[in-house]
């Protein structure tokens, strides 16, 4: 039995992965602000992230074997739960995504990831460097890219998500105060695209390829769309709690085999809900429908694998997503 806190765990993956923990055997708390109620069974903290001083307050004397952080966004969370759980816990998962790596999020003069862009080969966690320029800098770092010409709303958005994770690991690997901070046992879980749950999916990729495919309205994709990686709910949830019973370190792929194109996603669609579907190609530059990518955007998840996890594959799993999605927007 572990002690576990999970901070966040109020919804989608999250509570699937509160639920396994407790039925599991282990001591499992939430914290949150209260907006939710956890599940019968599992313990509760009230506190609001950002806020240092109540952070400490809410915690009191407790530590724990490990913690699950699903809601930091921002480097300047990473340096407050940093300095508060320093000393109070084996371990620290935090949730970070695919975005990190993806090229066209950094900000204009930097190129930390390996090479001007991701290799058409899935990307391996060392890809991305955290110990080099920009990132190994003393604290605070700019939290947001400035805007770049030509960026809509959506793509400021997109770029603000994975500048902030990425400088959130940063934050965890060397410590608020630059590289030469204490050591931290952090672990960065680089999620896929996650689907599945109909309703509970609330970023409503999914449903846009249903709505639009079932009203034989066309999908916009770019000329040359390439694969990306998808992780269904439930396996994100069994993920997160198979690492928090582990005792790497460092950051980790988490990806179902297989790295469908968006035309391929709109085939299992259209296949599932027994009607054909129509793409019309957009400019260059231009916006596209979800998933639908004009550079590599696939994850190797070979780390994973070879340390023991099991990964279904997205082939299996999707065509039943589909179908939940579909029920859920009837």
């Known amino acids: 039995m572990k002690r576990i806190l999970v901070i966040g765990g109020s919804r989608y993956f999250g509570k699937s992965l509160v639920t396994r923990l407790?039925?599991?055997?282990?001591?499992?708390?939430?914290?949150?602000?209260?907006?939710?109620?956890?599940?019968?069974?599992?313990?509760?903290?009230?506190?609001?992230?950002?806020?240092?001083?109540?952070?400490?307050?809410?915690?009191?004397?407790?530590?724990?074997?490990?913690?699950?952080?699903?809601?930091?966004?921002?480097?300047?969370?990473?340096?407050?739960?940093?300095?508060?759980?320093?000393?109070?816990?084996?371990?620290?998962?935090?949730?970070?995504?695919?975005?990190?790596?993806?090229?066209?999020?950094?900000?204009?003069?930097?190129?930390?990831?390996?090479?001007?862009?991701?290799?058409?080969?899935?990307?391996?966690?060392g890809a991305l460097d955290l110990t080099g320029p920009p990132f190994a800098r003393p604290f605070p770092y700019r939290q947001e890219p400035a805007p770049a010409p030509g960026d809509t709303q959506a793509r400021v958005r997109a770029r603000a998500y994975a500048e902030g994770k990425r400088q959130a690991e940063a934050v965890f690997l060397h410590g608020p105060d630059g590289p030469d901070g204490p050591p931290f046992p952090f672990v960065s879980v680089r999620t896929a695209h996650v689907l599945g749950g109909g309703r509970a999916e609330f970023t409503g990729r999914l449903a846009h390829y249903v709505r639009r495919i079932a009203a034989g309205i066309p999908v916009d994709v770019h000329a040359t769309p390439y694969g990306t990686s998808f992780i269904h709910h439930l396996e994100m949830a069994d993920f997160l709690g198979w690492t928090a019973r582990q005792t790497f370190t460092g950051p980790v792929n988490a990806a179902s085999h297989g790295a469908p194109d968006v035309l391929a996603l709109c085939t299992t669609v259209a296949e599932r809900l027994g009607r054909r579907f129509r793409h019309r190609?957009?400019?260059?530059?231009?916006?596209?429908?979800?998933?639908?990518?004009?550079?590599?955007?696939?994850?190797?998840?070979?780390?994973?694998?070879?340390?023991?996890?099991?990964?279904?594959?997205?082939?299996?799993?999707?065509?039943?997503a589909v179908t939940e999605t579909a029920r859920a927007a009837a």
């Open 22 to 125: 407790r039925d599991a055997g282990d001591d499992v708390m939430v914290l949150n602000r209260g907006s939710s109620a956890p599940p019968p069974g599992v313990g509760r903290l009230l506190a609001d992230r950002d806020d240092e001083a109540g952070l400490r307050t809410a915690l009191g004397g407790r530590d724990f074997d490990v913690v699950v952080d699903q809601v930091c966004y921002t480097p300047l969370q990473a340096a407050v739960a940093r300095r508060v759980f320093a000393g109070r816990t084996g371990r620290y998962v935090m949730t970070s995504t695919m975005e990190v790596y993806d090229p066209a999020t950094f900000p204009a003069g930097s190129a930390p990831c390996t090479g001007s862009a991701l290799p058409v080969v899935p990307v391996v966690e």
């Open 281 to 320: 190609v957009v400019e260059a530059g231009a916006d596209a429908s979800p998933f639908s990518f004009d550079r590599a955007y696939a994850m190797d998840n070979g780390r994973a694998t070879a340390l023991g996890f099991a990964f279904g594959r997205v082939a299996d799993w999707l065509p039943g």
